[in-house]
């Protein structure tokens, strides 16, 4: 039988002592303690965290905030599953309580309304249901899945609910200092491995309703026939056409926009340039493309890699009409040096379409901060589910119900759920019958004070 070293799934003494106090505050006031779970489940590491929606033992001057647990290393379906049951047992011991609600995000296709994940980056066994989760940290009956880049989409809706997208993002076409959510659609796009993308589609509610596409699988489209760059990029996309798919296929956003996009770039840059250093990864080819000596071939990789990037946008908002896009990750904040020196002619690729009007107007937000985004949105995603329970519960009762503190009949109870209430409660109750789909996380907005 395989053992499970399970040295790095330890709550310190700091948290332990976070969790008591809690609960002997909830127990003082004579309130149940509701804590929300999220995880954020990387191919390698994975991230905890609480939120404690008690409003009467929460500080509010920290309302907002979550209570990060710890990050443990798991790369199989046993170790994932034997340090979150670890850890939950350290978390019952020290809150008296399991969690009420729990959304782990994930990179893989999400199933069964969010009950069922592949985690594609994972060895060995792949396939996850909410039922293998230990139910003392992730109650079987509401616990979801969510796609990595859905809890990225949440995680903009959780900072912009809370005013801090300034803090960690800007607009990179304008000298508008405060970036906020307003009433239309965005497309959010976030290059790693792969081609994250999502929308933030507005509801008639004018909340941001997420839902996570596969856009980044799209075929790529070039420039006109008579647009001078036009002859070097069918050259260019030929040549990736042949390298990955010997000439049959279209070659995807993907095949550009992502690391091993970059590495494919600058293979074809330095394609006849014996002397050029053909060992480079991504990582280096990214610090190369700045600074006072710049390498040029890398400059020119870096230059295709985003060109396509920006064109990958466009595209995107020119068909779901959206009104401005996000520009996400660890990666773009790695190289926004490179983006903001090219920003005009990032800014004229983006506008060169037959719609430019419908786009014109758009903004850009490039992230320039690193924050847990992934683990905020799962955490938000939580709240939601938890928030749809009582809503569910309510239309079945056709009276009030409570799940926790939150009591829904048309109002809540506390203040800091009113908008989402007033808002979207129409949308509140997807949640649990259909937050994912055929691999599409639908999201809610839940105002926050």
Same mark, same amino acid.
Request: overall charge neutral.
């Given at each position: 039988?395989?053992?499970?070293?399970?040295?790095?799934?330890?709550?310190?003494?700091?948290?332990?002592?976070?969790?008591? &106090?809690?609960?002997?505050?909830?127990? %003082? #006031?004579?309130?149940?303690?509701?804590?929300?779970?999220?995880?954020?489940?990387?191919?390698?590491?994975?991230?905890?965290?609480?939120?404690? $929606?008690?409003?009467?033992?929460?500080?509010?001057?920290?309302?907002?905030?979550?209570?990060?647990?710890?990050?443990?290393?798991?790369?199989?379906?046993?170790?994932? /599953?034997?340090?979150?049951?670890?850890?939950?047992?350290?978390?019952?011991?020290?809150?008296?309580?399991?969690? #009420?609600?729990? !959304?782990?995000?994930?990179?893989?296709?999400?199933?069964?309304?969010?009950?069922?994940?592949?985690?594609?980056?994972?060895?060995?066994?792949?396939?996850?249901?909410?039922?293998?989760?230990?139910?003392? @940290? !992730?109650?079987?009956?509401?616990?979801?899945?969510?796609?990595?880049?859905?809890?990225?989409?949440?995680?903009?809706?959780?900072?912009?609910?809370?005013?801090?997208?300034?803090?960690?993002?800007?607009?990179?076409?304008?000298?508008?200092?405060? #970036?906020?959510?307003?009433?239309?659609?965005?497309?959010?796009?976030?290059?790693?491995?792969?081609?994250?993308?999502?929308?933030?589609?507005?509801?008639?509610?004018?909340?941001?309703?997420?839902?996570?596409?596969?856009?980044?699988?799209? /075929?790529?489209?070039? #420039?006109?026939?008579?647009?001078?760059?036009?002859?070097?990029?069918?050259? @260019?996309?030929?040549?990736?056409?042949?390298?990955?798919?010997?000439?049959?296929?279209?070659? $995807?956003?993907?095949?550009?926009?992502?690391?091993?996009?970059?590495?494919?770039?600058? $293979?074809?840059?330095?394609?006849?340039?014996?002397?050029?250093?053909?060992?480079?990864?991504?990582?280096?080819?990214? %610090?190369?493309?700045?600074?006072?000596?710049?390498?040029?071939? !890398?400059?020119?990789?870096?230059?295709?890699?985003?060109?396509?990037? @920006?064109?990958?946008?466009?595209?995107? !908002?020119?068909?779901?009409?959206?009104?401005?896009?996000?520009?996400?990750?660890?990666?773009?904040?790695?190289?926004?040096? @490179?983006?903001?020196?090219? &920003?005009?002619?990032?800014?004229?690729?983006?506008?060169?379409?037959?719609?430019?009007?419908?786009?014109?107007?758009?903004?850009?937000?490039?992230?320039?901060?690193?924050?847990?985004?992934?683990?905020?949105?799962?955490?938000?995603?939580?709240?939601?589910?938890?928030?749809?329970?009582?809503?569910?519960?309510?239309?079945?009762?056709?009276?009030?119900?409570?799940?926790?503190?939150?009591?829904?009949?048309?109002?809540?109870?506390?203040?800091?759920?009113?908008?989402?209430?007033?808002?979207?409660?129409?949308?509140?109750?997807?949640?649990?019958?259909?937050?994912?789909?055929?691999?599409?996380?639908?999201?809610? /907005?839940?105002?926050? %004070?």
């Amino acid at each position: 039988m395989t053992t499970v070293n399970l040295s790095d799934a330890e709550l310190d003494s700091s948290t332990v002592t976070t969790l008591a &106090r809690w609960r002997a505050e909830a127990q %003082k #006031v004579g309130i149940g303690l509701e804590l929300y779970l999220g995880a954020d489940v990387g191919g390698t590491n994975t991230r905890v965290a609480v939120i404690n $929606e008690n409003e009467r033992i929460i500080d509010n001057n920290s309302s907002n905030a979550y209570l990060f647990l710890c990050k443990f290393k798991a790369s199989t379906l046993l170790e994932l /599953t034997e340090k979150l049951r670890h850890v939950g047992q350290q978390f019952v011991q020290a809150s008296g309580t399991r969690p #009420v609600t729990a !959304c782990l995000a994930i990179a893989g296709p999400v199933s069964d309304k969010g009950r069922s994940v592949s985690l594609t980056n994972y060895v060995g066994e792949k396939q996850l249901k909410v039922n293998d989760l230990p139910a003392i @940290f !992730c109650p079987h009956d509401s616990t979801i899945f969510i796609n990595d880049l859905a809890s990225t989409c949440h995680g903009i809706n959780s900072l912009g609910e809370e005013n801090l997208l300034s803090e960690y993002f800007e607009s990179l076409w304008s000298q508008e200092t405060k #970036v906020r959510l307003d009433p239309t659609n965005y497309a959010v796009l976030s290059m790693g491995t792969g081609l994250g993308c999502g929308i933030l589609a507005l509801l008639p509610s004018e909340a941001h309703e997420v839902i996570s596409t596969e856009n980044g699988h799209s /075929t790529v489209s070039t #420039v006109g026939p008579s647009h001078p760059n036009y002859d070097s990029e069918v050259s @260019f996309i030929n040549y990736l056409g042949e390298k990955l798919y010997n000439g049959k296929h279209a070659i $995807e956003w993907e095949d550009i926009c992502s690391g091993r996009g970059l590495l494919a770039c600058y $293979e074809y840059v330095t394609r006849n340039h014996p002397s050029a250093d053909k060992s480079l990864d991504a990582a280096s080819i990214s %610090k190369r493309a700045v600074g006072e000596a710049p390498d040029e071939y !890398c400059r020119d990789a870096m230059y295709l890699h985003f060109q396509f990037l @920006f064109r990958s946008a466009q595209q995107q !908002c020119v068909g779901l009409n959206c009104k401005g896009f996000f520009l996400t990750g660890d990666n773009q904040i790695a190289n926004n040096a @490179f983006v903001t020196e090219f &920003r005009e002619k990032f800014h004229s690729e983006y506008l060169n379409h037959p719609k430019a009007e419908w786009i014109g107007k758009n903004q850009c937000y490039r992230q320039i901060k690193s924050t847990e985004l992934n683990l905020r949105g799962a955490l938000y995603a939580a709240r939601l589910v938890a928030s749809s329970a009582a809503a569910k519960r309510a239309a079945v009762l056709g009276t009030n119900a409570t799940l926790g503190n939150v009591t829904v009949s048309g109002v809540p109870s506390h203040s800091r759920h009113q908008s989402f209430w007033q808002r979207s409660s129409h949308s509140a109750f997807s949640l649990v019958t259909g937050i994912v789909l055929g691999g599409l996380a639908v999201a809610l /907005t839940l105002k926050r %004070k």
